[in-house]
């Protein structure tokens, strides 16, 4: 089993920056990709951003501008720093880990694992 503890969610002003956390622990050693997700009210969760062992990444073509996804193997976590956030950007962010990393067409694609964290609230306000 994997468990996933998210932190760095909350209310910021349109325009700001937040920096999220995922720290994984358990079976870590059987983790090669990790991602984010996002989950708006009223909608479906989608992939935000994504990233595997080697460093390749998958981003969300609206944040992929924005959003930098990178990990530190060494302390089992996951970092999603958003920068220019928008009031769109509104949602619970969620960790996914153990997911699949493929690559198609020059383009990485994320399925996700079966291991998710509760989630952190991130709120921007315009």
């Known amino acids: 089993q994997v468990q996933l503890v998210e932190s760095g969610g909350g209310l910021v002003q349109a325009g700001g920056s937040l920096r999220l956390s995922c720290v994984a622990s358990?079976?870590?050693?059987?983790?090669?990709?990790m991602g984010w997700y996002l989950q708006a009210p009223g909608k479906q969760r989608e992939l935000v951003a994504a990233?595997?062992?080697?460093?390749?990444?998958n981003y969300l073509d609206s944040v992929k501008d924005r959003f930098t996804i990178s990990r530190d193997n060494a302390k089992n976590t996951v970092y999603l720093q958003m920068n220019s956030l928008k009031p769109e950007d509104t949602a619970v962010y969620y960790c996914?880990?153990?997911?699949?990393?493929?690559?198609?067409?020059?383009?990485?694609?994320?399925?996700?694992?079966?291991?998710w964290g509760q989630g952190t609230q991130v709120t921007v306000s315009s």
């Open positions: 996914n880990a153990a997911g699949g990393m493929t690559r198609f067409s020059g383009r990485y694609y994320y399925t996700p694992g079966p291991y």
């Open positions: 358990g079976r870590t050693f059987s983790i090669d990709a």
């Open positions: 990233i595997n062992s080697g460093g390749s990444t």
